[in-house]
């Protein structure tokens, strides 16, 4: 797209913007692309020839296939634009126009893409697949008695968002070889709701491309869109090959870094789930490449449970301090520093009665292994663990607030040096790389952490013993005595 164009259609964007109602905003997912974003996604297309037949679903003002037709200005092009909310169709009508030359019967649609496609495949009309589509879609949960869930049953489409309804459907619409570039949030890479779709889209296309924005906002700076977005690429039909992971900073895309991956690093063989990891920097740290994590929790004995303790449920027998007949009750709170500070004054509770109502909720007191289940967007880690340990309190008993994961066994404490073993281990940067690799929340739920892998419970105690003879030793000190426990000192 040159200048004056990418200013054009910036313009009408912002423009339109402008005149949207916020909470039908809100309710259509109604974020433009920028269109330096838009046109990095139509460079991701492969130089074809033949009749092009594009696909826009959920069109907005048309900045996307604005940037596509400025890359095939001389071939002719056949727009199917569907967008919903009529009020942009004048922009979108204008954007196109502006191509008039080479977009040959083109159609701007004011329907409901979901409706729209699901009658089409249905019905069999769908013999003029597309050939390209090039989509952002909303983004919106879709309730499970709503009509866009029972359209999307009827093609055996199961799926809990917009986003991916959207992509699906594009999937299904295009013919053999037909290529599609989406902006899509990145939570569809492990959810476990997103495993319907994963297997969907990876059963229909080869996925060839994947862009990762490192920071959360930088792909719409002029909307506050705090997802963590990726763009991915599929082809139709085509056999899954080598994946090429490039990533950014920001939309400006001037430090773009490409690398290209087996599929087997970016989907793992043995995994039901199908998780989709992306990595940010070739598996030179990463714990694939740690021999000595290779167990699941289980079979090293441990569990992790979300914290059970929901205080607002339990408003009754909250104790701002403690007091007799109470117990410790842990929040993400008492873990703001380098160790546990308890009691603490602060907003939070410190302690819980001790109760028959209160019981169930309890741990016996321990040592455990605890991880904050959201972590600020500053941490430089996403996964920060702490050991909490029993000598801080009188009692016989713990709560865990619900903001925190505990590592337990069989819902009591763990060995001592185990628990500052596994905390070590967790707050190692091999941990903290092969977490984002799958993961674009700064969330961590007990579900993440049972999907890593774990170095033996020997090597455990050991590292234990090595942190607690240490003190506080500095991330780097971390990070070689994982590696060096399997050879791989620097
Ligand atoms: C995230 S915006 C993206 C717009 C445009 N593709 C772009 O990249 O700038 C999604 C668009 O989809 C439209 N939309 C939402 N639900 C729709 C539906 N069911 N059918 C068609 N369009 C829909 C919204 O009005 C909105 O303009």
Redesign the pocket.
């Given at each position: 797209m040159d200048g004056a164009a990418e200013i054009a259609i910036d313009q009408v964007?912002l423009e339109a913007n402008s005149l949207l109602n916020p909470a039908r905003k809100i309710e259509?997912?109604?974020?433009?692309?920028p269109s330096r974003v838009?046109r990095f996604m139509a460079s991701l297309f492969s130089a074809g020839h033949g009749t092009v037949r594009l696909l826009?679903?959920?069109?907005?003002?048309?900045?996307?296939t604005a940037a596509f037709m400025e890359r095939r200005a001389d071939a002719p092009v056949h727009v199917t634009a569907?967008?919903?909310?009529e009020s942009?169709a004048p922009y979108l009508r204008e954007t196109l126009a502006r191509y008039g030359n080479c977009c040959t019967g083109s159609s701007v649609i004011d329907?409901?893409?979901?409706q729209e496609a699901v009658y089409r495949i249905k019905l069999g009309t769908n013999e003029q697949c597309f050939s390209h589509a090039i989509?952002?879609?909303?983004?919106k949960k879709i309730k499970s008695d709503s009509l866009h869930r029972a359209l999307l049953r009827a093609v055996s489409l199961e799926t809990v968002n917009?986003y991916t309804a959207f992509v699906g459907l594009a999937v299904e619409l295009m013919r053999q070889d037909g290529e599609i570039v989406a902006?899509i949030p990145r939570s569809f890479c492990n959810g476990l709701y997103y495993k319907p779709f994963r297997e969907w889209i990876l059963g229909r296309a080869a996925l060839e491309h994947i862009h990762l924005f490192h920071s959360r906002t930088s792909a719409f700076n002029d909307d506050e869109v705090l997802q963590e977005n990726v763009i991915i690429k599929l082809v139709r039909g085509k056999k899954q090959g080598t994946v090429t992971i490039t990533t950014s900073s920001d939309s400006s895309f001037s430090d773009l870094q490409s690398h290209v991956y087996p599929f087997e690093e970016i989907v793992h063989e043995d995994d039901a789930q199908k998780f989709i990891h992306v990595p940010t920097a070739p598996t030179h740290s990463g714990l694939d490449s740690v021999p000595l994590a290779e167990r699941f929790l289980d079979e090293i004995g441990l569990a992790v449970s979300t914290g059970p303790v929901v205080d607002f449920r339990l408003k009754d027998f909250l104790r701002k301090r403690p007091e007799k007949g109470t117990v410790p009750l842990l929040y993400p709170a008492h873990f703001a520093g380098d160790s546990m500070e308890w009691p603490r004054e602060s907003k939070k509770p410190n302690a819980l009665l001790d109760h028959q109502e209160t019981k169930k909720w309890l741990y016996p007191n321990g040592f455990y292994t605890v991880v904050r289940r959201f972590s600020s967007k500053e941490e430089r880690r996403r996964i920060v663990a702490h050991v909490v340990d029993p000598r801080a309190f009188s009692g016989s008993a713990i709560g865990f607030e619900n903001h925190l994961n505990v590592f337990h066994f069989e819902k009591k404490g763990i060995d001592r040096d185990i628990a500052y073993g596994l905390a070590m281990f967790l707050n190692s940067t091999a941990v903290d790389e092969y977490f984002r690799r799958f993961s674009g929340h700064t969330q961590v739920n007990a579900t993440d952490l049972r999907l890593l892998r774990y170095p033996r419970l020997t090597e455990l105690k050991q590292l234990g013993q090595w942190i607690q003879a240490v003190g506080h030793p500095a991330q780097e000190m971390i990070d070689r005595r994982i590696e060096g426990m399997c050879g791989k000192e620097k």
């Amino acid at each position: 797209m040159d200048g004056a164009a990418e200013i054009a259609i910036d313009q009408v964007r912002l423009e339109a913007n402008s005149l949207l109602n916020p909470a039908r905003k809100i309710e259509l997912g109604q974020f433009m692309t920028p269109s330096r974003v838009a046109r990095f996604m139509a460079s991701l297309f492969s130089a074809g020839h033949g009749t092009v037949r594009l696909l826009d679903a959920g069109a907005g003002v048309g900045s996307l296939t604005a940037a596509f037709m400025e890359r095939r200005a001389d071939a002719p092009v056949h727009v199917t634009a569907y967008e919903i909310d009529e009020s942009l169709a004048p922009y979108l009508r204008e954007t196109l126009a502006r191509y008039g030359n080479c977009c040959t019967g083109s159609s701007v649609i004011d329907r409901d893409f979901i409706q729209e496609a699901v009658y089409r495949i249905k019905l069999g009309t769908n013999e003029q697949c597309f050939s390209h589509a090039i989509l952002n879609p909303p983004y919106k949960k879709i309730k499970s008695d709503s009509l866009h869930r029972a359209l999307l049953r009827a093609v055996s489409l199961e799926t809990v968002n917009l986003y991916t309804a959207f992509v699906g459907l594009a999937v299904e619409l295009m013919r053999q070889d037909g290529e599609i570039v989406a902006i899509i949030p990145r939570s569809f890479c492990n959810g476990l709701y997103y495993k319907p779709f994963r297997e969907w889209i990876l059963g229909r296309a080869a996925l060839e491309h994947i862009h990762l924005f490192h920071s959360r906002t930088s792909a719409f700076n002029d909307d506050e869109v705090l997802q963590e977005n990726v763009i991915i690429k599929l082809v139709r039909g085509k056999k899954q090959g080598t994946v090429t992971i490039t990533t950014s900073s920001d939309s400006s895309f001037s430090d773009l870094q490409s690398h290209v991956y087996p599929f087997e690093e970016i989907v793992h063989e043995d995994d039901a789930q199908k998780f989709i990891h992306v990595p940010t920097a070739p598996t030179h740290s990463g714990l694939d490449s740690v021999p000595l994590a290779e167990r699941f929790l289980d079979e090293i004995g441990l569990a992790v449970s979300t914290g059970p303790v929901v205080d607002f449920r339990l408003k009754d027998f909250l104790r701002k301090r403690p007091e007799k007949g109470t117990v410790p009750l842990l929040y993400p709170a008492h873990f703001a520093g380098d160790s546990m500070e308890w009691p603490r004054e602060s907003k939070k509770p410190n302690a819980l009665l001790d109760h028959q109502e209160t019981k169930k909720w309890l741990y016996p007191n321990g040592f455990y292994t605890v991880v904050r289940r959201f972590s600020s967007k500053e941490e430089r880690r996403r996964i920060v663990a702490h050991v909490v340990d029993p000598r801080a309190f009188s009692g016989s008993a713990i709560g865990f607030e619900n903001h925190l994961n505990v590592f337990h066994f069989e819902k009591k404490g763990i060995d001592r040096d185990i628990a500052y073993g596994l905390a070590m281990f967790l707050n190692s940067t091999a941990v903290d790389e092969y977490f984002r690799r799958f993961s674009g929340h700064t969330q961590v739920n007990a579900t993440d952490l049972r999907l890593l892998r774990y170095p033996r419970l020997t090597e455990l105690k050991q590292l234990g013993q090595w942190i607690q003879a240490v003190g506080h030793p500095a991330q780097e000190m971390i990070d070689r005595r994982i590696e060096g426990m399997c050879g791989k000192e620097k």
